[in-house]
């Protein structure tokens, strides 16, 4: 079965820019989460999405939006970049939203 | 105080030796814990969870939760150098009513042949 993916793998942006990052969780999978994580740091969460609801949201500004689409899909977007968005987004799936998280190989955006 | 908080490391045991990985955790009402391995440049991967106070084992990994202590840990046995990466302990506070997770910064281990 494949896991979570993720795209794009690598993404280079300027400031002020927006960005719009994809996942697919995986199959049966109805919860999706997004992660940031910088180098050095673990992850810190951002968003949890559960049949299309979001569930939570973590301390990062109203710039950073998520959605989840009706086949479990997700979303996330992040409007007038900075240079402190430099980070690896991660998404992670689980079959419900208090289930083990699985994590996709993330997406490393770049702000120049 | 951080929510999680691991030693960064690095731990650096021989071949064939335990590691052993802690993590304290501020959140008393805390219910899941979970420890995730990163290699450089990679994403994190499970490699175990544990729910209920005492001893989880899985192959060579073992998970000890202290819910009293506020304490989880990860022991390794008969390391091998491919067990070389950042380990993260993450926990899902009490309060969030949802999976977020609260990761530690990691504890990078060494295992030397």
């Known amino acids: 079965d494949a896991g979570v993916t993720q795209s794009p793998t690598h993404l280079i942006k300027t400031r002020g820019q927006h960005v719009t990052l994809r996942c697919s969780p995986i199959s049966g999978h109805k919860s999706v989460s997004w992660y940031q994580q910088v180098l050095g740091q673990g992850p810190q969460f951002i968003f949890q999405?559960?049949?299309?609801?979001?569930?939570g949201r973590g301390n990062f500004p109203d710039r950073f939006s998520a959605r989840q689409f009706p086949n479990y899909s997700s979303e996330l977007n992040v409007n007038a970049l900075l240079l402190g968005d430099s980070a690896l987004y991660l998404c992670a799936s689980s079959l419900e939203d208090d289930q083990p998280q699985h994590f996709g190989d993330g997406t490393r955006l770049s702000i120049l | 105080q951080k929510e999680v908080e691991q030693n960064s490391g690095p731990l650096s045991v021989p071949e064939g030796a335990i590691a052993s990985l802690n993590c304290t955790y501020s959140?008393?009402?805390?219910?899941?814990f979970f420890w995730y391995r990163q290699y450089s440049g990679k994403s994190p991967e499970l490699i175990m969870f544990?729910?209920?106070?005492g001893d989880k084992e899985d192959g060579r990994f073992t998970a000890q939760l202290n819910k009293a202590s506020q304490y989880v840990s990860l022991l390794i046995r008969d390391s091998q150098p491919s067990d070389s990466a950042t380990y993260l302990c993450?926990?899902?506070?009490?309060?969030?009513?949802?999976?977020?997770?609260?990761f530690g910064q990691g504890t990078t281990l060494q295992v030397k042949p």
């Open positions: 993450a926990v899902n506070p009490s309060s969030s009513n949802t999976g977020k997770l609260i």
């Open positions: 959140d008393r009402g805390s219910q899941s």
């Open positions: 999405y559960y049949e299309k609801e979001e569930r």
């Open positions: 544990i729910y209920s106070n």
